[in-house]
């Protein structure tokens, strides 16, 4: 049942992680607007490298957080419905 319903799942995620995205965009920008203090004394490379360490956190914990909740919905309905 989960292979068949894994591309629903993998929509989901993507929806959740646009969801996250738009509701930490103030945190984004303060994080950008940090960085942009530090690249005085770093490379562009250390900032791009950064910036996107931040985003992929982002999108890893947004997809770990709706499997996990998923496969525990997935869990509860299996003991409820034995």
Do not use: H
Not at 25 to 53: A, D, H, W
Not at 55 to 78: H, N, P, S
């Amino acid at each position: 049942m989960k292979k068949w319903l894994d591309p629903a799942i993998d929509n989901r995620i993507l929806e959740i992680i646009e969801e996250c995205e738009e509701n930490t965009s103030e945190m984004y920008n303060e994080f950008i607007r940090l960085l942009g203090q530090v690249e005085k004394n770093y490379s562009f490379v250390v900032i791009s490298e950064l910036e996107n360490l931040f985003t992929l956190k982002t999108r890893m914990v947004a997809e770990v957080a709706y499997r996990a909740g998923f496969d525990d919905g997935l869990y509860v309905g299996k003991k409820l419905n034995p």
